[in-house]
């Protein structure tokens, strides 16, 4: 299954600057997710870092890891939750084993993988990458809670 960009914002919360996914290109239920964040000079982070060499900070590449692993988890078909997305809030709560092995710069397009580890009622485990082109750029272990708003 493919997202586009407003079936993504249809999805996940998050809005400029923060909407770090651009594109979904597969959805396996129950097993792994494959999205595309684009990374372009526009992006308001390159300003600042740094301005002799335009790099995107490895906090973004594990936050664009999360939020495909959010879109993977809040797909009906991957957990058995009744998930009312105003209601239900999706964090992350863990990052282990973070490497940041090439520097992502604008003209870039990471392609994230995310794969499934651990899919729980309230906290789910993930193995991210982010390629640039067949390259590893970041991998992590992440961990993500699912909590209701209201309690």
């Known amino acids: 299954m493919e997202l586009t960009i407003d079936q993504i914002k249809a999805r996940l919360p998050h809005r400029y ?40 900070p490895g906090v973004l590449i594990i936050e664009a890891m999360a939020q495909a692993a959010a879109l993977f988890s809040f797909d009906a078909r991957n957990l058995n ?25 604008p003209g870039d397009q990471l392609r994230l993988e995310v794969e499934a580890e651990r899919l729980g009622q309230s906290i789910c485990k993930y193995r991210a990458r982010a390629f640039i082109c067949d390259k590893i750029a970041a991998e992590a272990k992440l961990m993500c809670a699912v909590r209701d708003l209201e309690e």
Do not use: C
């Open 17 to 56: 600057p923060m909407l770090l996914i651009d594109r979904v290109l597969e959805i396996k239920p129950g097993k792994s997710i494959i999205a595309i964040k684009n990374v372009s000079i526009n992006e308001p982070f390159f300003e600042g870092h740094f301005p002799h060499f335009s790099v995107m």
């Open 81 to 105: 939750l009744n998930i009312d997305r105003a209601k239900t809030a999706y964090y992350l709560v863990g990052v282990n084993d973070a490497r940041f092995r090439k520097p992502v710069v």
